[in-house]
Nanobody
Framework: QVQLVEAGGGLVQTGGSLRLSCAAS????????TGWFRQAPEKGREFVAA????????TYADSVKGRFTISRDNAQKMVYLQMNNLQPEDTARYYC???????????????????WGQGTQVTVSS
């Protein structure tokens, strides 16, 4: 029903920056919350950042606070994750997720989301 496509991953050196994007299609409303999650080999899916449907509130994992910024453009149905001062421990495949909701709050639990993208790889080298 809802398709999400991530882009913007790549290989960067420690301290570098990347901007990930997530394009949504198949939605008839902008009333959806969005989150970014990541998964490294031999690890579970980890919460990174989330934004409410209106874009007025956000929440971040402690590990990325002050370095990552989530934003959205509801007119274009795009969600972004600006990642600065990247560290090797940020290496993972990054996924965006969406949840249609009337609540104007961010969601940090992956089980709250019903739609997921295919992911984009981020690799940070020393």
């Amino acid at each position: 029903q809802v398709q999400l496509v991530e882009a913007g991953g790549g290989l960067v050196q420690t301290g570098g920056s990347l901007r990930l994007s997530c394009a949504a299609s198949g939605l008839t409303t902008s009333n959806y919350a969005t989150g970014w999650f990541r998964q490294a080999p031999e690890k579970g899916r980890e919460f990174v950042a989330a934004i409410a449907r209106s874009g007025t509130s956000t929440t971040y994992a402690d590990s990325v606070k002050g370095r990552f910024t989530i934003s959205r453009d509801n007119a274009q149905k795009m969600v972004y994750l600006q990642m600065n001062n990247l560290q090797p421990e940020d290496t993972a495949r990054y996924y965006c997720a969406a949840r249609v909701t009337r609540r104007d709050v961010p969601y940090s639990d992956p089980t709250d989301y019903s739609s997921w993208g295919q992911g984009t790889q981020v690799t940070v080298s020393s």
